[in-house]
C-alpha cells in the first residue's frame, strides 16, 4: 500500500504540474526552442525544457552526450603507460591506497531492487561495495579517474552547465560499468539480468568519491595529456554533439 504524500509534497506536484507564465518562453539552448519545463508544466526549471534537464540528468551536462568506449581508449591506454613508467611515484600510489580505502570503507551491498528507494550517497557506496565484491582493483578506477579527466581537458567542445558536473558525472558512469548488476540463471535459456540505473544525481556523488580519493594523482594530468597528443594526437572536432 503506498504511502500517503505530505502536503508539501502535494502542493510542489501541484506546482510543478501547473504551467508558470513567468518561465522563459524557450529553453536558451542553441536550436532547442522547446518551452521550459515550468512553463509546460512538466517540471521545475524555469530556464529549460524536459528534453534539456533529461539531458543533464543522463549525461552531466545540457549539450554534450557521454563519451563512448572508443573515445575514452586512447585516453586509459595512455594513463596506463604513464603509471607503468612511475611505479614508486608517491602522489599516484597516495591516490591508489585512498580508494583502496575508499572501498574498503563502502559499506554493505544492496540489491539492485532496493536501489531507486535509497539516498543518492547511499546508491553510490552500494556501488562502490559491488565493485568490492567484484574484485574490481583500486588502480582501475584510478585509470578511469585520470582518462576521464584528461579527455575533458582534451575536448574541443567544452561543456555549457554547472563547472565540473560533466567531467564528474562521467567518472561516475564509466566506474559505475565495472560494478555489474544483478544475474540469476534458472535454465538454459532462462536468465535474469538487471542493473543499475546510469542516471540521475547517484552518478555525481560517486564520481565525486572516486574523484577526491584520487585527487593526490591529478598533478600528472598535464603531462598525461601531452603524452596522448604524441601517441595518438588531439581529440578531433566533432560532426555534431
Known sequence: MAMPKSKHTQAFLRRISTPNDGAFRVCPIPGCGRPPQARAGRGAS???????????????????????????RPYIQTVERYIKGLPEDVALNTAERRLALLLECAGPTQRIADLPHLHPRVK???????????????RKLLLISLAVSAAVLDDPVRPIGVPDEFRITQLGKRALRTASGYHAVYGPNSRYDRYPRSAGVMLRHLGKLIDEASEPANRHLENILRLKHELFGPAPLPKSI
Open 46 to 72: 524555469l530556464i529549460h525544457c524536459d528534453r534539456c534537464c533529461r539531458r543533464r540528468n543522463r549525461h552531466g551536462d545540457l549539450i554534450k552526450t557521454t563519451y563512448r568506449a572508443a573515445q575514452l
Open 124 to 138: 553510490a557506496e552500494a556501488t562502490l561495495a559491488r565493485m568490492r565484491k567484484g574484485d574490481v582493483p583500486p
